[in-house]
Each structure stands twice: as structure tokens, then as C-alpha cells.
């Protein structure tokens, strides 16, 4: 990842230039080292059987492409291995029974801010909360006075009810409306999976006090996300903690939102898609000393043994790279005792039918250490560079949860070239020149530069899969951080059709997208005296914040480098998401891109 501390951000959509012959490809000394043991012992997703062993690593390989042989594993650096820690195993329903009635643990009900009005008698003036507190005595609105609770947004009160058919009753603020996008339902549903945690409860009802505030178009959307809230947020990754916490939350049942087959089969795709999400987070949370190269590609291969009905599973090594003339992603990867691979997963429906090729291409840098333009000083975050194979979590997140939904129609690449960027002897140096697999040959004026030499490969590897749509997703720059944020990513695209895709498919996520331009005057910085380009630009133009209050919003950092391997004829999104990657406050992995992902496929599959 380059950080806005050693880089600028500038990008450009520039003009093609004329082709020049390819220059011989530099032969890189690498170690043949063995990968460290895999990186769980279990797939992270519910009910899933149990993983494959590295014996059986890309077993499924076809695509006329060498698999890479899978070595021994060695002992993790420091000893240190994942604790095996089940994941959250929830069973949802959806019903339509008088909340009153339920029995159970404790009952959550979701209130606005209108909902807690009162009369001149003072009692609530909302029907549920009316007989719910005469059910309990006036209870509820004695203990909603006294903790100040208003039914604002993140406002959490719980009682506990001896002699009720449910155990406690949790009120939980909404704000001023009831959830109409998917990501405040989300939020609910972290909501009831926190007060669920304090109480220990195994099962649990969520109800609207005012469930006509719900639009009927938004219900089956509301149930998915409550649901798939519920998992994310009573999940916690302790694999690498002496001790975890067990989960007793086992049931919940959504009331009010409807019944029936429907609503079902939405559950049952938050749950499918919440085990994605928990893979992605599982793998940008493991440290680089566990999560190698090697450990990555048989993690995702394991996604390939586990849906071998749609999944098979490529491998490339170094010497078929080099065969691919793929220089330039050879040339990141050049330091590494752990060899690089290049890993490509590639779904297709079991009926066959395929009627739209996508791909999904994500950046697989296991650890980023700047290279010889090493990370230094405040800001650079070297100690988080685990995470800057996050674009890959979220391919392979998405390919896990794919796996399990089946869609039809489509079939997917998923492509990653994984490697480390570090210091050695046979490391890129500043000034080298790297020539990608399509010819073209890049300057490289910074090795901190090193995800889009990297991700230039893979884009050319993509178009030659036949594919119509190109995604890639890479934390590719700090200074997308600086102008968005730590929870927005940015998007880079030439083709409207594609944005408005994913606008779409965001809005049912609740992922968080600000599309920036690809401005071509700014080419003129990423010319080269020797090469056919250089890999990052001058300092002018990098603050995007800066820009888009002058109505010249720059781009960033040499995005038109990715146009250079992307064919004219295949759409094609680049997302930065080096902001929401990584949740600072709670020091963990989000799983971003995932959700976003499968709707995107989804739409297309449709």
C-alpha cells in the first residue's frame, strides 16, 4: 500500500501509447522456502465441512494452467498458530405471532423517538409499547424515564422480568425513523447482538414497535441485513488469544416482517453471506508471519475443494509466471523468502448457461513493507501492512459466499497475485525498470508503489479469460484515506454503466462508494525519460479533498497505469479501499467489499 506519507496521489486516464517490443524479462532469485501450516483449521462459514489439507492444495486445477505443487508446511514463524474458534451458529425465523406471546430469552424491541410519546395520563400512545407495559406493569416506562432512554440512534435499555414468558425485554433505539436502508437495519441487528451478548441469552425476538414505519418493499431487505448484523456483530476473532468467549446466542426470530418461503431464503443468504464477510475479516486479521503467499492459496483452494460443484481452484508458481512474462509482479515480489502465487479461482454454474463473464480482481500483498522506499515515520502504519492484502479477503470473501448461493448465469474469475514486498539483495530497487506481461515496461521511481505493479499483471490475466466486467479492489493508497476517510472507498471508472452497477448493489449492502474522476491532463506526470511510464507521479495535485472543493478533484496515485493492461473492449472499476479496510476503534478487520461484491454478481446473475 502506498501511504500519503511516501507518495503522491495523482491518477490519470491517459492516452494509449504506441506499443514497444517487450524487453526480456529479469530472471529473479527466489527462495523455494515451504509455507507455514494453513491458516485455520476450519473454513470460516456455518456448517461447512472440514477444511482440506495442504496435500490437497489446487487438486482441481484445469484452465490449462500449471498448479503449483504444494510443499510441506513449516512451522508458522514465532510458533504462532490459529486457535480452531467455531464461528457464530445462528438459526433465524421469520414469523408472524403476537410478540407477547413469545417465549424465550429476551425480547428486543426496535422504538423510534415518536414511539415513546405519552398522553395526558402518561402512558405510551404506541400500541406495542402500550400493552407491552401493561403487561409488565408500568415497568417499562418507569425504567425508560429513569435511564434517560429517548429512542435515540445506539440507545440500548434491558430489564430483566421474573415470571414472564421471556426472560428480559431490551429496548433499542432507532432515531427518528424506522431503518430504511440497509445499513441501519444492519446496525440493529449489531444492536440486539450486544445486548444479547451482556445477558448470555440463546434466543431472541426482534420487534418493531411500529412496524408500519417499515416500507413493504424494504421488509425482505430489512429481515437479510437484521440477520446478517446479528452474526457480524456477536462475532469476535479471538484465534489468536489464549482464550474466546463462547457465543450462546443460538435462535432468533424476526417478528412482524412477514413469513413464508421468501423471507426464508433471504435468511438463509445473510447467513451465507455473513460467513463470507467473517473469511474475509478472518484473513486481512492474520498476521503476516502466519498468512504467507502459499497460506492464502490454499485457503482459497480450500473454497474450491469445499464448492467443487462451481469451484476449481489454479495455482500458478514463479517459473509459470514467468513463462506469462508477468515481469512486473515478479519484480514486487523479488525480496520475499516466501515465493509468490498467483491464484485464480474461477466459478461457473452447475446447469451451465453461462450468459455473462465477470471477473474480480483483488490485491494480495501479505505484507508491505515499502520495499527500499520503506515505510517510516508517523502515519506510515507498517505495523498494520498485514492488511494490504485486503483486496483479496474480499475476493475471496465473495467467492466463499458465492459458493454457497449458487447464482446461475454467470461465471466468475477470481484473480489474485499474492506476494510480500520486502528488503533483500535481490529486492527492486528505485530506478529499475519492470516490463508487465503485455509488454509495456514501468520505471519504477518508488517501490512503495508495489500494489499497482502487482495488480497490472492480474488486470492483463483478467482480459484473457474472455471476461466482459473487471472489479478490482486494492488498498492501494493513504491519500484515498486523506480524501475520503476511513469509512468511504473510492472508485475509479470510465464506464457509467459500471458505476451505477455497483451504486446499486451498494445500496443493498450498506457499503459506503464515492465515485473520483479519471482525469487524463494528469498523464503528464507518469511519463517516463526511459521507460514507457513511471509508477507514481509528482507530489501536485494529491490532496482529492483539496480538489473537489476547487472543482479539480485529482485522482489517485497513477490509477491510469491500471487502463494500460485493461482491454478497451472489457468494462472495468478500480476501488480503493484503504480507509474502510480496517475498523480503527475496535483494531480489527471490517470485511469490506464483500457484501457489495455478491450483490454485484447477483444483479449480473439476473
Known amino acids: 500500500m502506498a501511504t500519503a506519507a511516501s507518495t ?3 491518477a490519470v486516464l491517459a492516452s494509449r501509447f504506441l506499443r514497444r517490443s517487450p524487453r526480456p524479462l529479469r530472471r529473479l532469485a527466489l527462495s523455494s522456502r515451504a509455507p507455514p501450516a494453513a491458516l485455520s483449521a476450519r473454513p470460516s462459514s456455518f456448517h461447512c465441512p472440514a477444511p482440506l489439507g495442504p496435500q490437497q492444495l489446487g487438486h482441481r486445477a484445469r484452465m490449462g494452467h500449471s498448479t503449483a505443487a504444494a510443499a510441506a ?56 409499547l402500550e400493552k407491552l407495559d401493561g403487561q409488565l406493569g408500568g415497568l417499562l416506562s418507569e425504567v425508560a424515564a429513569e435511564e434517560d432512554f429517548t429512542g435515540k440512534a445506539g440507545q440500548s435499555v434491558v430489564l430483566r422480568l421474573p415470571g414472564q414468558g421471556f426472560k428480559r425485554v431490551g429496548l433499542i433505539g432507532l432515531g427518528q425513523n424506522a431503518p430504511s436502508t440497509a445499513a441501519a437495519s444492519r446496525g440493529l441487528g449489531e444492536s440486539v447482538a450486544s ?30 441485513t437484521i440477520a446478517s448484523g446479528t452474526v457480524l456483530g456477536l462475532y469476535e476473532d479471538s484465534r489468536y488469544k489464549s482464550e474466546s468467549k463462547k457465543v450462546h446466542l443460538k435462535q432468533v426470530d ?6 413464508g418461503p421468501e ?9 451465507d453471506l455473513a460467513s463470507g464477510v467473517i473469511f474475509g475479516r478472518e484473513l486481512v486479521n492474520s498476521p503476516a508471519n502466519v498468512l504467507t503467499p502459499a497460506v492464502l492459496a490454499e485457503e482459497a483452494s480450500k473454497i474450491a475443494s469445499t464448492y467443487s460443484d462451481v469451484f476449481t481452484a489454479t495455482i500458478l508458481d514463479v517459473e509459470k509466471c514467468k513463462e506469462l512474462k508477468m515481469g512486473s509482479y515478479l519484480a514486487v515480489a523479488a525480496a520475499s523468502a516466501n515465493p509468490p502465487h498467483f491464484i485464480h479461482l474461477c466459478y461457473k454454474p452447475a446447469g451451465g448457461n453461462v450468459k455473462r463473464k465477470l471477473a474480480i480482481v483483488g490485491k494480495g500483498l501479505t505484507f508491505d513493507s515499502g520495499g527500499y522506499n520503506i515505510k517510516t515515520g508517523p502515519g506510515c502504519s507498517i505495523e498494520l501492512m498485514k492488511f494490504d492484502m485486503g483486496g483479496s479477503a474480499a475476493v475471496f470473501g465473495a467467492a466463499k459466499a458465492l459458493g454457497q448461493i449458487k447464482p446461475p448465469g454467470v461465471e466468475v474469475h477470481f484473480i489474485v497475485a499474492a506476494c510480500e514486498n520486502m528488503i533483500s539483495g535481490t529486492g527492486m530497487r528505485p530506478g529499475d525498470i519492470v516490463t508487465a506481461s503485455n509488454g509495456k515496461t514501468i520505471e519504477v521511481n518508488n517501490t512503495d508503489a508495489e500494489g499497482r505493479l502487482t495488480l497490472a499483471d492480474a488486470l492483463v490475466y483478467a482480459c484473457n479469460q474472455g471476461v466482459e466486467k473487471i472489479v478490482d479492489l486494492a488498498t492501494l493508497t493513504g491519500a484515498c484515506v486523506v480524501a475520503l476517510g476511513p469509512s468511504i472507498a473510492g472508485i475509479f471508472t ?26 487524463e491532463s494528469y498523464w503528464e506526470s507518469m511519463k517516463s525519460g526511459v521507460a514507457d511510464m513511471v509508477n507514481t507521479g509528482g507530489r501536485q495535485g494529491g490532496s482529492i479533498t483539496a480538489a473537489l472543493f476547487l472543482k479539480q478533484s485529482s485522482v489517485l496515485m497513477a490509477l491510469v497505469l491500471f487502463l ?6 472489457v468494462q472495468w472499476m478500480h476501488i480503493d479501499m484503504a480507509g474502510p479496510v480496517w475498523n480503527d476503534k475496535k483494531r480489527t478487520a ?12 447477483l444483479k449480473n446473475s439476473s
Open 263 to 271: 423471507v426464508d431464503q433471504k435468511l438463509k443468504y445473510a447467513n
Open 254 to 259: 424476526l417478528i412482524g416482517l412477514g413469513s
Open 494 to 519: 470510465p464506464s457509467d454503466e459500471l458505476a451505477k452497477e455497483i451504486s446499486a448493489a451498494s445500496e443493498v449492502s450498506g457499503e459506503k462508494f464515492w465515485r473520483l474522476p479519471l482525469e
Open 73 to 128: 508446511p513449516a512451522p508458522a514463524l514465532g510458533l504462532t498458530k490459529p486457535n480452531a474458534v467455531e464461528p457464530p451458529q445462528i438459526t433465524f425465523s421469520a414469523k408472524d405471532v403476537e410478540f407477547s406471546e413469545w417465549k424465550g430469552d429476551i425480547l428486543a424491541v426496535a422504538v423510534t423517538e415518536k414511539d415513546l410519546s405519552k398522553d395526558s395520563a402518561s402512558k405510551f400512545e404506541n400500541a406495542v
Open 564 to 569: 494500460q493492461y485493461v482491454d478497451e473492449k
Open 590 to 601: 471490517t470485511g469490506f467489499g464483500v457484501s457489495t461484491l455478491v450483490e454485484w454478481v
Open 195 to 224: 445486548i444479547a451478548k451482556a445477558a448470555q441469552a440463546s434466543s431472541a425476538a426482534i420487534v418493531f414497535a411500529s412496524p408500519s414505519g417499515i416500507q413493504e418493499e424494504f421488509k425482505l431487505t430489512a429481515a437479510a
Open 8 to 10: 503522491s496521489a495523482a
